[in-house]
Protein backbone atom coordinates (compact mmCIF):
# COMPACT_ATOMS: atom_id res chain seq x y z
CA UNK A 1 0.00 0.00 0.00
CA UNK A 2 0.96 3.58 -0.36
CA UNK A 3 1.56 3.76 3.54
CA UNK A 4 3.45 0.88 3.73
CA UNK A 5 5.61 2.23 0.47
CA UNK A 6 6.15 5.10 2.89
CA UNK A 7 7.38 3.87 5.68
CA UNK A 8 9.80 1.64 4.09
CA UNK A 9 11.71 4.50 2.30
CA UNK A 10 11.47 7.42 5.32
CA UNK A 11 15.00 7.83 6.10
CA UNK A 12 14.22 9.36 9.26
CA UNK A 13 12.42 6.22 10.58
CA UNK A 14 13.82 4.16 13.05
CA UNK A 15 12.72 1.51 15.51
CA UNK A 16 14.47 3.38 18.45
CA UNK A 17 11.94 6.02 17.87
CA UNK A 18 8.71 4.02 19.06
CA UNK A 19 8.23 3.95 22.73
CA UNK A 20 8.27 0.50 24.67
CA UNK A 21 5.14 -0.35 25.82
CA UNK A 22 6.87 0.34 29.78
CA UNK A 23 7.81 3.46 29.01
CA UNK A 24 4.06 4.20 27.79
CA UNK A 25 3.16 2.87 30.82
CA UNK A 26 5.58 4.65 33.08
CA UNK A 27 4.44 8.38 31.21
CA UNK A 28 0.55 7.09 32.17
CA UNK A 29 1.18 6.26 35.81
CA UNK A 30 3.23 10.21 36.09
CA UNK A 31 0.29 11.78 34.44
CA UNK A 32 -2.46 10.42 36.67
CA UNK A 33 -0.84 9.98 39.47
CA UNK A 34 -2.76 12.00 41.15
CA UNK A 35 -5.65 10.11 40.59
CA UNK A 36 -3.93 6.90 40.85
CA UNK A 37 -0.78 7.08 43.18
CA UNK A 38 0.95 3.41 42.12
CA UNK A 39 4.13 2.92 43.12
CA UNK A 40 4.59 0.35 45.51
CA UNK A 41 4.04 -2.32 42.86
CA UNK A 42 6.24 -0.99 40.73
CA UNK A 43 9.88 -2.43 40.39
CA UNK A 44 12.64 -0.32 42.14
CA UNK A 45 13.87 0.75 38.52
CA UNK A 46 10.44 1.62 37.27
CA UNK A 47 9.78 3.60 40.47
CA UNK A 48 12.91 5.87 40.20
CA UNK A 49 11.98 6.60 36.65
CA UNK A 50 8.56 7.70 38.00
CA UNK A 51 9.42 9.87 41.10
CA UNK A 52 12.19 11.32 38.57
CA UNK A 53 9.58 12.74 36.55
CA UNK A 54 6.50 13.38 39.25
CA UNK A 55 5.59 17.18 39.89
CA UNK A 56 6.51 18.83 43.11
CA UNK A 57 3.55 20.18 42.67
CA UNK A 58 0.85 17.41 43.82
CA UNK A 59 -1.16 17.67 46.70
CA UNK A 60 0.75 16.90 50.08
CA UNK A 61 -2.27 14.24 50.59
CA UNK A 62 -0.82 12.25 47.62
CA UNK A 63 2.38 12.30 48.14
CA UNK A 64 3.17 12.67 52.05
CA UNK A 65 2.98 9.57 53.53
CA UNK A 66 3.49 7.83 50.34
CA UNK A 67 6.57 8.72 49.04
CA UNK A 68 9.56 8.64 51.33
CA UNK A 69 12.41 9.38 48.86
CA UNK A 70 15.08 12.19 49.19
CA UNK A 71 15.75 12.89 45.98
CA UNK A 72 12.10 13.61 45.16
CA UNK A 73 11.95 15.95 48.16
CA UNK A 74 14.99 17.57 47.52
CA UNK A 75 13.62 18.86 44.07
CA UNK A 76 10.56 19.86 46.48
CA UNK A 77 12.80 22.62 48.70
CA UNK A 78 15.03 23.60 45.77
CA UNK A 79 12.11 25.03 43.76
CA UNK A 80 11.01 26.67 46.75
CA UNK A 81 13.83 28.00 48.66
CA UNK A 82 16.80 29.51 46.98
CA UNK A 83 18.33 28.61 50.09
CA UNK A 84 18.62 25.06 51.34
CA UNK A 85 21.03 23.38 54.07
CA UNK A 86 19.79 20.57 55.59
CA UNK A 87 22.35 20.29 57.96
CA UNK A 88 19.79 22.09 60.23
CA UNK A 89 17.45 19.61 59.79
CA UNK A 90 18.78 16.41 60.40
CA UNK A 91 20.27 16.03 56.83
CA UNK A 92 16.63 15.17 55.86
CA UNK A 93 15.06 16.99 52.87
CA UNK A 94 11.49 15.46 53.84
CA UNK A 95 11.61 17.21 57.33
CA UNK A 96 12.89 20.29 55.73
CA UNK A 97 10.20 20.46 53.42
CA UNK A 98 7.42 19.99 55.82
CA UNK A 99 9.09 22.50 58.66
CA UNK A 100 9.54 25.38 56.32
CA UNK A 101 6.07 24.70 54.72
CA UNK A 102 4.52 24.79 58.17
CA UNK A 103 6.52 28.09 58.99
CA UNK A 104 5.65 29.66 56.05
CA UNK A 105 1.84 29.04 56.83
CA UNK A 106 2.24 30.12 59.82
CA UNK A 107 4.05 33.49 59.10
CA UNK A 108 1.54 34.28 57.03
CA UNK A 109 -1.66 33.74 58.95
CA UNK A 110 -3.95 36.53 59.64
CA UNK A 111 -6.20 35.93 62.90
CA UNK A 112 -10.42 35.81 61.62
CA UNK A 113 -9.48 36.02 57.89
CA UNK A 114 -7.52 32.96 57.06
CA UNK A 115 -8.84 29.44 57.15
CA UNK A 116 -7.77 27.54 60.23
CA UNK A 117 -8.02 24.14 57.95
CA UNK A 118 -4.94 25.79 56.65
CA UNK A 119 -2.96 24.46 59.29
CA UNK A 120 -5.21 21.70 60.52
CA UNK A 121 -5.29 19.89 57.41
CA UNK A 122 -1.43 19.96 57.12
CA UNK A 123 -1.35 18.47 60.61
CA UNK A 124 -1.63 14.77 59.81
CA UNK A 125 0.99 15.17 56.62
CA UNK A 126 3.17 17.00 58.43
CA UNK A 127 3.10 15.63 62.08
CA UNK A 128 5.80 12.69 61.77
CA UNK A 129 8.38 15.13 60.46
CA UNK A 130 8.20 18.05 62.05
CA UNK A 131 10.94 18.65 64.93
CA UNK A 132 11.80 22.27 65.02
CA UNK A 133 9.25 25.26 64.56
CA UNK A 134 11.45 28.79 63.90
CA UNK A 135 8.45 31.05 63.13
CA UNK A 136 9.58 34.66 63.22
CA UNK A 137 6.31 36.63 62.41
CA UNK A 138 2.95 36.49 64.01
CA UNK A 139 0.49 38.67 61.79
CA UNK A 140 -2.34 40.56 63.97
CA UNK A 141 -5.51 40.54 62.69
CA UNK A 142 -6.43 43.07 60.10
CA UNK A 143 -8.34 46.39 62.12
CA UNK A 144 -11.36 47.59 60.80
CA UNK A 145 -11.82 50.74 63.32
CA UNK A 146 -9.85 52.93 62.09
CA UNK A 147 -10.51 55.38 65.27
CA UNK A 148 -8.89 52.80 67.40
CA UNK A 149 -5.94 52.80 64.87
CA UNK A 150 -5.37 56.21 64.65
CA UNK A 151 -5.59 56.11 68.63
CA UNK A 152 -3.19 53.18 68.97
CA UNK A 153 -0.44 55.36 66.77
CA UNK A 154 -0.92 58.31 69.57
CA UNK A 155 2.31 59.28 71.25
CA UNK A 156 1.86 57.87 74.52
CA UNK A 157 0.67 54.76 73.07
CA UNK A 158 2.85 54.09 70.73
CA UNK A 159 5.94 55.18 72.63
CA UNK A 160 5.08 53.64 75.40
CA UNK A 161 2.95 50.60 74.88
CA UNK A 162 0.24 51.80 76.92
CA UNK A 163 -3.53 49.92 75.95
CA UNK A 164 -2.40 46.77 74.72
CA UNK A 165 -5.07 46.24 71.63
CA UNK A 166 -7.17 43.46 71.94
CA UNK A 167 -5.30 41.72 68.90
CA UNK A 168 -4.43 38.31 69.43
CA UNK A 169 -2.37 36.11 67.10
CA UNK A 170 -2.53 32.37 65.64
CA UNK A 171 -3.16 30.61 69.13
CA UNK A 172 -0.66 27.50 68.72
CA UNK A 173 -2.15 25.68 70.83
CA UNK A 174 -3.73 23.06 68.82
CA UNK A 175 -0.94 22.76 66.53
CA UNK A 176 1.85 22.11 68.78
CA UNK A 177 -0.09 19.38 70.58
CA UNK A 178 -0.73 18.01 67.39
CA UNK A 179 3.38 17.42 67.42
CA UNK A 180 4.71 14.14 68.83
CA UNK A 181 7.96 14.39 67.79
CA UNK A 182 8.41 18.69 68.49
CA UNK A 183 11.67 19.14 70.32
CA UNK A 184 12.52 23.22 69.38
CA UNK A 185 10.48 25.87 69.40
CA UNK A 186 11.76 29.51 68.44
CA UNK A 187 9.16 32.28 68.39
CA UNK A 188 9.13 35.97 67.87
CA UNK A 189 5.97 37.90 68.04
CA UNK A 190 6.16 40.76 65.71
CA UNK A 191 5.96 41.30 62.07
CA UNK A 192 9.26 41.34 59.63
CA UNK A 193 9.90 43.91 56.59
CA UNK A 194 6.48 46.62 57.88
CA UNK A 195 8.57 49.58 56.07
CA UNK A 196 6.20 52.63 56.31
CA UNK A 197 3.12 50.68 57.46
CA UNK A 198 5.09 50.32 61.20
CA UNK A 199 2.65 50.08 64.25
CA UNK A 200 3.22 49.20 67.56
CA UNK A 201 0.51 46.91 68.03
CA UNK A 202 1.86 44.85 65.35
CA UNK A 203 4.46 43.68 67.50
CA UNK A 204 2.09 43.34 70.45
CA UNK A 205 2.45 39.84 72.65
CA UNK A 206 -0.64 40.05 74.54
CA UNK A 207 -1.83 38.75 77.64
CA UNK A 208 -3.86 35.79 75.76
CA UNK A 209 -1.41 35.05 73.56
CA UNK A 210 0.56 34.37 76.51
CA UNK A 211 -1.60 32.54 78.11
CA UNK A 212 -2.34 30.39 75.18
CA UNK A 213 1.19 29.92 74.45
CA UNK A 214 2.20 28.80 78.17
CA UNK A 215 -0.72 25.39 77.99
CA UNK A 216 0.10 25.07 74.79
CA UNK A 217 4.24 24.34 76.14
CA UNK A 218 3.12 22.74 79.08
CA UNK A 219 1.27 19.93 77.17
CA UNK A 220 4.07 19.86 75.00
CA UNK A 221 5.97 17.01 76.85
CA UNK A 222 9.09 16.11 74.42
CA UNK A 223 9.77 19.76 74.49
CA UNK A 224 13.93 20.61 75.04
CA UNK A 225 14.69 23.84 73.70
CA UNK A 226 11.88 27.00 74.01
CA UNK A 227 13.13 30.19 72.48
CA UNK A 228 10.68 33.43 72.76
CA UNK A 229 12.91 36.71 72.07
CA UNK A 230 11.91 39.82 70.76
CA UNK A 231 7.99 39.75 71.68
CA UNK A 232 8.45 42.08 74.70
CA UNK A 233 7.96 39.55 77.41
CA UNK A 234 7.58 41.59 80.87
CA UNK A 235 7.10 39.91 84.51
CA UNK A 236 4.07 39.02 84.30
CA UNK A 237 4.53 37.13 81.26
CA UNK A 238 7.54 35.52 82.13
CA UNK A 239 5.51 34.57 85.52
CA UNK A 240 2.91 32.68 83.41
CA UNK A 241 5.49 30.74 81.48
CA UNK A 242 7.52 29.88 84.02
CA UNK A 243 4.53 28.48 86.49
CA UNK A 244 3.40 26.53 83.28
CA UNK A 245 7.42 25.39 82.89
CA UNK A 246 8.09 23.80 86.13
CA UNK A 247 9.02 20.31 86.61
CA UNK A 248 8.91 20.24 82.89
CA UNK A 249 10.14 16.72 82.02
CA UNK A 250 12.23 17.15 78.84
CA UNK A 251 13.43 20.77 78.70
CA UNK A 252 17.14 22.03 78.75
CA UNK A 253 17.25 25.60 76.76
CA UNK A 254 15.04 28.21 77.80
CA UNK A 255 16.04 31.50 75.73
CA UNK A 256 13.98 34.83 76.66
CA UNK A 257 16.67 37.21 75.67
CA UNK A 258 15.73 40.56 74.22
CA UNK A 259 12.72 40.96 76.35
CA UNK A 260 11.26 43.35 79.42
CA UNK A 261 12.06 41.31 81.95
CA UNK A 262 12.79 42.72 85.41
CA UNK A 263 13.66 41.22 88.34
CA UNK A 264 10.51 40.11 89.60
CA UNK A 265 10.75 37.86 86.18
CA UNK A 266 13.96 37.02 87.12
CA UNK A 267 13.18 35.57 89.90
CA UNK A 268 10.52 33.66 88.76
CA UNK A 269 13.33 32.06 86.36
CA UNK A 270 14.95 31.82 89.52
CA UNK A 271 12.61 28.97 90.73
CA UNK A 272 12.10 27.26 87.75
CA UNK A 273 16.04 26.80 87.60
CA UNK A 274 15.79 24.62 90.35
CA UNK A 275 12.63 23.40 89.36
CA UNK A 276 13.45 21.78 85.84
CA UNK A 277 16.42 20.14 83.76
CA UNK A 278 17.62 23.79 82.42
CA UNK A 279 21.08 23.33 80.72
CA UNK A 280 21.46 26.13 79.18
CA UNK A 281 19.25 29.66 80.30
CA UNK A 282 19.65 32.99 78.01
CA UNK A 283 18.21 35.94 79.47
CA UNK A 284 20.30 38.46 77.42
CA UNK A 285 19.38 42.30 76.68
CA UNK A 286 16.45 42.30 79.89
CA UNK A 287 16.48 44.96 82.42
CA UNK A 288 17.24 43.13 85.37
CA UNK A 289 18.81 44.46 88.02
CA UNK A 290 20.89 43.41 91.17
CA UNK A 291 17.75 41.97 92.94
CA UNK A 292 16.87 39.74 90.19
CA UNK A 293 20.28 38.66 89.75
CA UNK A 294 21.00 37.61 92.92
CA UNK A 295 17.62 35.46 92.69
CA UNK A 296 19.22 33.77 90.15
CA UNK A 297 22.88 32.99 92.41
CA UNK A 298 20.76 31.77 94.87
CA UNK A 299 19.38 29.07 92.26
CA UNK A 300 22.65 28.54 91.01
CA UNK A 301 24.24 27.50 93.97
CA UNK A 302 22.37 24.82 94.26
CA UNK A 303 21.91 23.73 91.09
CA UNK A 304 23.41 20.72 89.71
CA UNK A 305 22.02 20.94 85.77
CA UNK A 306 22.74 24.26 84.44
CA UNK A 307 25.76 24.83 81.94
CA UNK A 308 25.87 27.66 80.72
CA UNK A 309 24.47 31.47 81.89
CA UNK A 310 24.13 34.11 79.91
CA UNK A 311 22.72 37.75 81.63
CA UNK A 312 24.52 40.13 78.94
CA UNK A 313 22.94 43.84 78.45
CA UNK A 314 21.48 43.64 81.64
CA UNK A 315 21.77 45.93 84.97
CA UNK A 316 23.27 43.59 87.63
CA UNK A 317 25.93 45.73 88.94
CA UNK A 318 28.46 44.35 91.35
CA UNK A 319 25.83 43.45 93.60
CA UNK A 320 24.56 40.77 91.49
CA UNK A 321 28.03 40.16 90.25
CA UNK A 322 29.23 39.26 93.74
CA UNK A 323 26.15 37.13 94.66
CA UNK A 324 27.04 35.36 90.91
CA UNK A 325 30.20 34.96 92.17
CA UNK A 326 29.48 33.50 95.81
CA UNK A 327 27.37 31.10 94.21
CA UNK A 328 29.74 30.07 91.54
CA UNK A 329 32.21 29.08 94.47
CA UNK A 330 29.78 26.33 95.19
CA UNK A 331 28.62 25.41 91.91
CA UNK A 332 30.15 22.71 90.28
CA UNK A 333 28.25 22.23 87.06
CA UNK A 334 28.56 25.62 85.14
CA UNK A 335 30.28 25.95 82.14
CA UNK A 336 30.02 29.44 80.60
CA UNK A 337 28.92 32.51 81.99
CA UNK A 338 28.48 35.71 79.91
CA UNK A 339 28.39 38.98 82.14
CA UNK A 340 29.38 41.81 79.37
CA UNK A 341 28.13 45.32 79.72
CA UNK A 342 26.31 44.66 83.17
CA UNK A 343 27.95 48.04 85.08
CA UNK A 344 30.30 45.22 86.34
CA UNK A 345 34.04 47.06 88.29
CA UNK A 346 36.52 46.36 90.68
CA UNK A 347 34.89 44.39 93.53
CA UNK A 348 33.06 41.63 91.43
CA UNK A 349 36.51 41.06 89.66
CA UNK A 350 37.94 40.53 93.23
CA UNK A 351 35.34 37.91 94.02
CA UNK A 352 35.83 36.32 90.82
CA UNK A 353 39.60 35.65 91.72
CA UNK A 354 38.59 33.62 94.24
CA UNK A 355 35.90 31.67 92.03
CA UNK A 356 39.33 31.55 89.21
CA UNK A 357 41.03 29.69 92.10
CA UNK A 358 38.51 27.24 93.38
CA UNK A 359 36.19 26.64 90.78
CA UNK A 360 37.71 23.80 88.03
CA UNK A 361 34.03 23.62 86.36
CA UNK A 362 34.03 27.14 84.30
CA UNK A 363 35.73 27.19 81.06
CA UNK A 364 33.85 30.47 80.10
CA UNK A 365 33.53 33.93 81.01
CA UNK A 366 32.84 36.82 79.63
CA UNK A 367 33.37 40.24 81.01
CA UNK A 368 33.58 42.49 78.03
CA UNK A 369 32.20 45.53 77.80
CA UNK A 370 32.40 46.74 81.95
CA UNK A 371 34.47 48.90 84.14
CA UNK A 372 36.94 46.08 85.75
CA UNK A 373 39.85 48.25 86.14
CA UNK A 374 43.22 47.90 86.71
CA UNK A 375 43.15 46.33 89.55
CA UNK A 376 40.41 44.20 89.08
CA UNK A 377 42.31 42.75 85.96
CA UNK A 378 45.28 42.17 88.34
CA UNK A 379 42.98 40.54 91.03
CA UNK A 380 42.03 38.63 87.92
CA UNK A 381 45.66 38.06 86.45
CA UNK A 382 46.37 36.52 90.50
CA UNK A 383 43.32 34.03 90.71
CA UNK A 384 44.22 32.60 87.07
CA UNK A 385 47.52 31.86 88.47
CA UNK A 386 46.70 27.74 89.00
CA UNK A 387 43.60 27.75 87.08
CA UNK A 388 43.80 25.11 84.21
CA UNK A 389 40.19 24.80 83.66
CA UNK A 390 39.14 28.03 82.23
CA UNK A 391 39.27 28.32 78.31
CA UNK A 392 38.18 31.37 77.07
CA UNK A 393 38.44 34.79 78.79
CA UNK A 394 36.72 37.99 77.02
CA UNK A 395 37.99 41.07 78.41
CA UNK A 396 37.53 43.26 75.58
CA UNK A 397 36.72 47.26 76.77
CA UNK A 398 36.82 46.00 80.20
CA UNK A 399 39.63 48.60 81.62
CA UNK A 400 41.75 45.81 82.76
CA UNK A 401 45.13 46.97 80.87
CA UNK A 402 46.39 45.79 77.62
CA UNK A 403 49.75 43.63 79.62
CA UNK A 404 47.03 42.18 81.87
CA UNK A 405 44.95 41.34 79.65
CA UNK A 406 47.94 40.12 77.53
CA UNK A 407 48.91 38.13 80.05
CA UNK A 408 45.56 36.49 81.08
CA UNK A 409 45.08 35.07 77.23
CA UNK A 410 48.37 33.65 77.67
CA UNK A 411 47.29 31.54 80.57
CA UNK A 412 43.64 30.88 78.43
CA UNK A 413 45.58 30.15 75.78
CA UNK A 414 47.80 27.19 77.09
CA UNK A 415 44.85 25.63 78.65
CA UNK A 416 42.99 25.80 75.81
CA UNK A 417 45.78 23.95 74.06
CA UNK A 418 46.43 21.64 77.05
CA UNK A 419 42.73 20.74 76.49
CA UNK A 420 43.07 20.12 73.23
CA UNK A 421 46.29 17.94 73.13
CA UNK A 422 44.26 16.14 76.37
CA UNK A 423 41.39 15.20 73.81
CA UNK A 424 43.54 13.89 71.30
CA UNK A 425 44.85 11.55 73.39
CA UNK A 426 41.66 10.37 74.98
CA UNK A 427 39.35 10.73 72.36
CA UNK A 428 35.51 10.39 73.56
CA UNK A 429 34.25 6.87 73.27
CA UNK A 430 31.81 6.17 70.53
CA UNK A 431 28.04 5.78 71.58
CA UNK A 432 27.47 2.10 70.88
Known sequence: SYYTHRVVQDPEWSLATVPHLTELCLQHIVHNFENNPILDRLLPKHQRKVLDRLSTGLPLAVTANLISDEDYWKRCCTERWQVCDISNYGDSWKRMFFERHLENILKCFIPNTTDPNQVLELIPFCKDYVRKLEVDQ???????????????????????????????????????????????????????????????????????????????????????????????????????????????????????????????????????????????????????????AQALARALAENSTLTSLNLRLNHVEDKGGESIGHALLTNTTLKSIHLGSNNLSEPTAMLFSQVLAQNTTLMSINFSCNHLGLDGGKQLLEGLADNKALTEFDLRLAEVGQETEYLIHQIVWANREAARLGSLQHPPAKPL
Open 138 to 292: FLPPVEVDQKEERDDLSDTGSDFGFGEVSMHHYDLGVLITALPHLEELHLTYGVKDCGMNFEWNLFNFTHQDCCNLAVAVKMCHNLKVFKLTRSKVDDDKTGLLVRNLLDHPCLVELNLSHNLIRDKGAQAVGKLINRSRLEILDLCNNQIHHVG
